[in-house]
């Protein structure tokens, strides 16, 4: 890196280096402790901005840094989720409002750039496998209900898999509310709560990790096979 871009900033390459280590062991801490949840920008901003560094384009300039060594360090990539928006609510006010926080969120994850099936023999936890699949199930869902679905119909295809709503010690998941919210949290999903003329109705929609390139590709090679296999699931009410 050249000597003008560490004057421009005011700081030394042994100080820039260490703000890169520290954003790296935060996203690698966070990533792990919060099952794969999005990491938001600010709190990267904020850890760099922490140490008395006021500069305006040090924190983006730090990021990118990181985002690099996690690449060709760690075999990581770090991805920023484009914030997709809810469906139109039947409340103009909540939408609106729903919206303008959706945009002025940015938040990253990290993925392995590790070949498919080296990770899954060398890498995957096989204790963790069956979230893997319940995710799968609950976004090919959703996918064919056209990427939005209102809760009540989401437990209805789910407990016909043998999945209850209030259980609580399921054998796999413990507790299953819990589990379709951890969804929410990692971006797979978003929930919205409609208001209507007979009351509220939560719907899920796919959120912009569902959304994403790879996973989405995935999920159509998943449903597919659904498909060629057993027809259409959602056809068999």
């Not at 990533?31 to 500069?55: A, F, M, V, W």
């Not at 990118?64 to 690449?71: F, H």
């Not at 299953?176 to 971006?187: D, I, P, S």
């Not at 978003?190 to 995935?218: C, F, H, I, M």
Request: glycine share 6%; charged share 25%.
């Amino acid at each position: 890196m050249s000597s003008e871009i560490f004057s421009d900033f005011d700081i030394s390459e042994h100080e820039k280096d260490k703000l890169v280590g520290e954003v790296i062991r935060y996203i690698l801490f966070k990533s792990e402790q919060n099952s794969g949840c999005p990491i938001k920008r600010d709190e990267l901003t904020q850890l760099i901005t922490g140490k008395n560094y006021r500069q305006r384009n040090l924190p983006a300039f730090v990021i990118n840094e990181a985002k690099a060594k996690l690449s060709s360090i760690f075999g990581y990539e770090m991805r920023e989720l484009q914030r997709s928006r809810p469906s139109v609510s039947a409340n103009p006010v909540r939408a609106s409002q729903s919206q303008q926080a959706i945009s002025d969120a940015k938040s990253y994850i990290i993925m392995s750039q590790i070949p498919p099936d080296v990770y899954r023999k060398f890498v995957e936890d096989a204790n963790s496998t069956h979230l893997s699949g319940f995710t799968f199930v609950v976004l090919g869902i959703i996918h064919l209900a056209g990427g939005r679905v209102a809760e009540e119909n989401l437990w209805h295809h789910l407990k016909r898999m043998g999945l209850q709503e209030n259980q609580e010690n399921h054998p796999n998941f413990g507790n299953t509310k819990q589990a379709l919210e951890a969804l929410v949290q990692q971006r797979y999903l978003q929930k919205e709560k409609v208001k209507g003329p007979e009351g509220n109705t939560v719907y899920y929609e796919l959120a912009e990790r569902a959304l994403d390139t790879s996973t989405n590709d995935k999920i159509k090679e998943y449903i597919s096979q659904i498909v060629q296999k057993d027809g259409n699931p959602m056809e068999a009410d």
